[in-house]
């Protein structure tokens, strides 16, 4: 069965400064996605990015990039120039693309992030 | 504003009761997941249903059962509540029977006294 951990149960950042949130997963195949999902206090998951495994390119988004390291089946979030909006719970998540477990999410445990002014 | 639309959005109800939770997918979209969301197991994955037919199971109990209707909205049946079901219940939806990328719903807030 497929785990994500997420080691960090909390981060702060000073605004406009940068954070990493760390992310590793298990899994045997070799198709899947890997995603980071923000969660702010109004409960909403919102998508923050997405990463293909079979792409060697980090993908990015704006102020968010994530490191991918598909051998060491690491996958951290880099938020550069942090905004107070930007508090929230992180997951990370993972969906393997074929089989039978047509896209499930498996979730981390989440890193609440603390953005101080 | 994902586009997809959940009711209610707060649910208090009493041990052994039953409840619907309803999910609208975004337009064109048609999977449906369920998850919940609680203190003790995390976020987890319950279920799937592609185009009316159920696609995956995850940690679903036993006493609780969903389905999608023709129209392509689900319902997620929670009966003989307890305690420990308390939480929140997210359904999110996808284009395919596969997901690159799913949106949330806003989520219901399950409380069982």
């Known amino acids: 069965a497929q785990t994500v951990t997420q080691s960090q149960p909390e981060m702060s950042v000073q605004e406009a400064e940068t954070v990493t949130l760390s992310c590793t997963y298990d899994t045997s195949e070799s198709d899947y996605y890997l995603f980071w999902y923000k969660q702010p206090p109004s409960r909403q998951m919102i998508l923050v990015i997405r990463?293909?495994?079979?792409?060697?390119q980090n993908a990015t988004e704006n102020r968010f990039s994530v490191n991918f390291q598909k051998a060491a089946k690491s996958f951290s979030l880099k938020i550069s120039d942090s905004q107070l909006g930007d508090a929230a719970m992180y997951f990370c998540a993972y969906s393997y693309a074929g089989g039978t477990s047509y896209g499930k999410l498996t979730f981390g445990q989440g890193t609440i992030l603390t953005v101080h002014p | 504003d994902s586009g997809v639309t959940q009711t209610p959005k707060h649910l208090i109800t009493a041990t052994g009761q039953r409840v619907t939770l309803r999910c609208s997918p975004r337009?064109?979209?048609?999977?449906v997941y369920w998850y919940q969301q609680s203190l003790d197991q995390g976020l987890q994955f319950l279920i799937q249903?592609?185009?009316?037919?159920?696609?995956a199971k995850g940690n679903i109990l036993e006493r609780f059962s969903a389905q999608q209707f023709p129209d392509l909205h689900s319902e997620l049946n929670l009966s003989s509540l307890e305690l420990g079901d308390s939480a929140l219940y997210f359904c999110?939806?996808?284009?395919?029977?596969?997901?690159?990328?799913?949106?949330f719903g806003p989520g219901t807030r399950l409380t069982v006294t």
């Open positions: 337009s064109g979209d048609l999977s």
């Open positions: 990463q293909e495994a079979y792409k060697q």
């Open positions: 999110a939806s996808t284009a395919g029977a596969t997901s690159r990328e799913q949106y």
């Open positions: 249903y592609y185009n009316g037919e159920e696609r």
